[in-house]
């Protein structure tokens, strides 16, 4: 995907994206290569971390089971 740096606000860069530019986004400027100014085209990758998504379920779901075992002898939301 590509974006234009439409302007820069104090430490936010204004992208525009999309097939006629409307749609906008405020990034960091730390979180561009260094030295980007107005009307510099960047080409935007996002990629999803397979690994690191069926890790954090996994997370979530064993937080959520050690909260239903706290509560099994305790009226609450986990009771069945």
């Given at each position: 995907?590509?974006?234009?740096?439409?302007?820069?606000?104090?430490?936010?860069?204004?992208?525009?994206?999309?097939?006629?530019?409307?749609?906008?986004?405020?990034v960091?400027?730390i979180?561009?290569?260094?030295?980007?100014?107005?009307?510099?085209?960047?080409?935007?990758?996002?990629?999803?971390?397979?690994?690191?998504?069926?890790?954090?379920?996994?997370?979530?779901?064993?937080?959520?089971?050690?909260?239903?075992?706290?509560?099994?002898?305790?009226?609450?939301?986990?009771?069945?």
């Amino acid at each position: 995907m590509k974006a234009v740096i439409d302007r820069i606000e104090g430490e936010l860069a204004v992208l525009l994206m999309g097939e006629d530019g409307s749609v906008k986004a405020n990034v960091p400027l730390i979180l561009l290569p260094e030295g980007c100014r107005e009307g510099d085209v960047l080409d935007i990758a996002i990629r999803k971390d397979e690994k690191a998504t069926v890790e954090a379920k996994d997370r979530s779901k064993s937080l959520i089971e050690k909260l239903k075992r706290k509560g099994q002898d305790k009226e609450g939301i986990f009771q069945n």
